[in-house]
Every structure is written in C-alpha cells, then in structure tokens.
C-alpha cells in the first residue's frame, strides 16, 4: 500500500511524514508543515509570546516581572548577561 506524499502548506515542498495521525507537524489546526517551516514558525511564535509577556509586564508596572521579561528578551536576541 502506497501512502499519499504530504505537503507543507506553507513551502510545498513534501513533509516527509506519513499524516496528521501519525507524526504530522501541526500548530493547532494549522499545517502540516515541513520541519523547517515548524522550526521557523514556533520560534517566531516564542519571539512574539516574549514581547507580549514584556509587554504586559511593563504595562501592569511590576516591576520585577519587567525585569524577568526584559532577561527573557534579551536573551531570545542573544545578548548574554
């Protein structure tokens, strides 16, 4: 039996995977994608939780919790302390 090739919906290029209930890369109900679209989107997706986290730090004027967050980010970006 011959399974259907997979396709990332975001390149196009084949996933190699075998499907959604086998070992297929989701993102809730988004995908699948290929291993390096994954890779790319749930960093982007830590990047922007970060901000938001800092963000909200910020605005809710804690401020250890600004600095916890402000660590986070700057440390996402690669600054070491």
């Known amino acids: 039996m011959t399974k259907e090739l997979e396709y990332c919906c975001i390149c196009d290029e084949p ?7 086998d070992d297929s890369l989701y ?4 995908g699948p994608f290929c291993e390096e679209c994954f ?4 960093e982007k ?8 986290e800092l963000k909200n730090a ?4 804690d401020a250890d919790g600004f600095m916890h967050s402000l ?3 700057v440390e996402m970006l690669g600054f070491k302390r």
């Open 71 to 73: 660590n986070i980010f």
């Open 27 to 30: 993102i809730d109900d988004d």
């Open 15 to 21: 996933t190699e995977r075998a499907g959604r209930l």
């Open 45 to 52: 997706k830590k990047q922007r939780d970060s901000f938001v």
């Open 58 to 61: 910020f605005a809710s004027d």
């Open 39 to 42: 890779v790319q989107l749930t």
